[in-house]
């Protein structure tokens, strides 16, 4: 603190955003991504036809469960909205040891299972932004969650240390070199700033039971169930009676559930016990309906069809939570406030790389007055290729994946993970064969062609490429394959910048060499 509070908050500012830096990249652009879930998957599913959901989709859910899992303990089922047009299943399987569920795509006007090639789709994305992983991984969601706490003080100190914050709205400068960069870390950090705060701060509140349990644990030892009932309103379960039952019908149940929520929609259907004398049916209104991503749940007998529990009770604290979980996932985003968050999400990505490559080109400037780069910086520069430049095209290489790879290929969805992680790794070797110029070029043009060439890939290896989704009227196929030109038309803009800069000195050589080296902003900055 001896050099004052706003060179401390500078400091503070500068190693809590580079520390991590390259994770937060990661996590900020498949989280932005992963606003497009379910327009992702259903572009990966090319065998899915595009549907409108009519009025009896649930009954033919329900009937189409009857005879998928008769013996199931419990059927989970989404019904289709406007985002997603088919039923998606999940169930318990009664035949196999422990909590076994299978699943299947089943087309909304016969029930019957599609199908369509095993594929993550955009659950990957997803799952991958917050535990880094597409499995359940402890391990990656802590990871997650010292990011987003470094990433709070990033933006806190960011603001105090900035003395012309409302100038940086309007203030960018192109062709000034480091300057540019500059403005262009500042303007994306300050036209978006609600946005960075809030899906921060939210982030932190979604693994706060993971992170501090100590209040539930001390109030609750050893009683999470009781937990979840008192805050978030879940009914206990019923145990199983053994006396055969048949389900009440459907549709009562649906007309009282749309009466109570003026008319909501319904998302999910949950069957526990079917064909049991204590069987339950829960129906949940529409993630999309609401801010707030505590659902709202009516918990009816499945046998009588008499309504046992509502969860519609006021809890403060819980509807809190809530609405900052339905804010951080912007489920409830009609088309042009999701265009903004997915903006906003861009932007943020621009920060953070932005944030990374100002690091490293000062310090590249340091070194170079003083003799030539250390180690440590050079690997900063190094990273930030493979993070910035090599994600994009390992999520292009994941999308290639799910065309290239046989539908009928065992295991074809850890697959097309694994081609993920390959291409990200080959991103990250590749920078030690070439001088970084040409590394940030190189790569940049690698993803452009990747995603340019993905339309033409639909048309090679499926029946549905662009114009056949216009023919069909399917236009959340459409407009995805324009989004992945559009994606590779911003990768060429950048490759094509890199391109174009001529370094001062002689080109670096690659990591861990002891030759010549390109000067400081040839090495770490990708573009003037």
Known sequence: MKDGFRQSMAWLHTWSGLLLGWVLFAVFLTGTAAYL?????????????FARPEPQVAEVAIAAMRKLAPDSPSWFITLPDERETTIRAFWRDAAARGRVFRSAVLDAGSGEPVVARNTLGGEFFFRFHFQLHYVGALWGRWIVSICTMFMLVAIVSGVITHR????????FRPGKGQRSWMDGHNVCA??????????????????????????????????????NTEAFGNAPPRPRSGIPEPLAPIRPLLEEAQSQWHGGRIGRIVVAHPGDAAATIQIVRAEAERIS?????LLFDGVT??????????????ELRGVMYGLHIGRFAGPPLRALFLLSGLAGSVMVATGCVLWAVKRQQQASRQGRPGFGTRLVGHLNIAAIAGLPLAMAAFFWANRAIPPGMPQRAEWEVHAFFIAWGLCLLHPLLRPARRAWMEQFAAGALAFMLLPFGSALFTQRDFLTALQEGDMVRAWFELGLLGCGGLLAALAWKVARRRPAMAAAAPLGSRKGREPAQAVAEPMS
């Open 190 to 227: 300050v036209l978006a700033l609600p946005y960075h705060l809030m899906i921060t701060y939210s982030g932190l509140v979604l693994f706060m039971l993971m992170v501090m349990p100590w209040g539930v644990d001390s109030v609750y030892p050893g009683q999470r169930a009781t937990f």
């Open 293 to 297: 991503y505590n659902p709202q749940t």
């Open 305 to 318: 069809g008499m309504l046992l529990h509502s969860s519609a009770e006021d809890r403060p604290a819980a």
């Open 37 to 49: 879930r379910p327009e992702i998957s259903h572009w990966m599913r090319p065998e899915l036809a």
């Open 164 to 171: 012309r914050i409302f100038a940086d709205f309007f203030t």
